[in-house]
């Protein structure tokens, strides 16, 4: 009978090397130990205040853990006290809430709020090593900071609409500013003319002549290219010369006559043009 060979009471499977009961394998030692925090017992490994600064430390187990003074659990979290779990309230730690983590401005400024604060964390087996899970704070604290968080992006959508409202009050004023030189310039251009012309060189992004630097100077070559531009497309057959496949050269040799006397019509003074059809007249 092989099986009586064998001893009676085995042994079974060795457990891991000493993971903790319930907490995970134990927070590993700080430099100046964290008051409270130490090994635990039976935990066997290090306490998991490394990282974290000295100080109060909640864990989330990773095992069914019961307060060592109330005996509630099992416990989502826990402060380890002379090596024994206690529940937040034992700990006077019940008036805290949870903040987990993921918002930094938030957690932040929730500290900031909080007369007391904790970081919470949780063993993470794979890594084999504890993280930051988020951190208790004072509920009123976390409400201030909540408020400040929302008035900053309040602050940022304000700004954001002063900032368009300010550019297109700026692209206004500079098509503006284009349709004047445009009548200064070609006084015999219909002022209606002039205003679409310069709205249309001066959309913003649009990479049009109204938006390159000469045409922010308002040079007067800009301003010519851009109405000159302008009397190509709509004076004349340019565009459908193109669309029938005319090539653009030999379509812009077509319109040359027709946009240089338009050009000139528009250039030429009022009084002047009134004075030469009264004599032509
Ligand atoms: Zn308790």
Known sequence: MASAALPIPEPGPVPAPAPAP???PAP????GPAPGIGSAVGTGGPGPAVGFGAG????QPLRRKHCAGCRRGPLSMLVLEDAAPRCLDCADLGHLVYLPRGDTAL???SREESGLSVVVVRFNRRKGRYEREGVLVEEAALARAE????ADAEARRRRRARDARLRSAQDAHFAELFAAEIL????????DRARGIAAHASLRGSGRVGRSAAGRALSEAAVVFAVRASVRHVDTPYDRLLMSG????????LIAAD????IRTWGEDRDARTARDGTAA
């Open 56 to 59: 109060l430390l909640v864990v």
């Open 22 to 24: 319930g907490i995970g």
């Open 184 to 191: 200064r310039l070609f006084p015999g251009c219909p002022a």
């Open 259 to 262: 946009v240089e006397t338009l």
């Open 107 to 109: 957690t932040r400024r």
């Open 246 to 253: 005319v090539p653009r050269y030999e379509a812009r040799r």
């Open 28 to 31: 590993a030692p700080v430099p």
């Open 147 to 150: 408020e400040r968080c929302l």
